[in-house]
């Protein structure tokens, strides 16, 4: 998305099999343009597996509104993937939407994706 830099890192950088472990995606959100942005990310995974973004793992997809970003403003924010003991090893497959919105949250202008792995070994 012209104007946002939109990054994540993942920390730690796997999760072991056979625990109760989680890892946080940081997503990282900087705005490069004179206007404000009003913008929203959302995490969804791909790969069917014993992972989720609630302890439970039944929750495979995670909203996280970020509001207003005003120019030259920059926000980090986690979003935590849970694993259990039965979680296989696997490169698990989450893609990370950055969605910039028109007056609400419910209209969106423009939309850019990525994807990231969350990997278990």
Sequence with gaps: MAGI???????????????????????SLENN???EKLVSVEA???THGLIGFDQA????RAVKKVGILK??????????VYGSTQTK??????ELTLFEH????????????????????
């Design 57 to 60: 793992l039944t929750h495979k």
């Design 89 to 94: 090893p696997l490169d698990y497959d989450v």
């Design 5 to 27: 830099r939109f990054t994540y890192k993942i920390i730690p950088l796997r999760m072991s099999r056979g625990q109760d472990t989680s890892v946080d995606i940081i997503v």
């Design 44 to 46: 969804l995974i791909k």
């Design 102 to 121: 028109f007056q609400d949250l419910t209209k969106v202008v423009n939309q850019f994706s990525r994807t990231c792995a969350i990997r278990v070994i």
């Design 71 to 80: 120019p030259s403003q920059r926000v980090e924010f986690p979003i935590r």
């Design 33 to 35: 343009t004179e206007e």
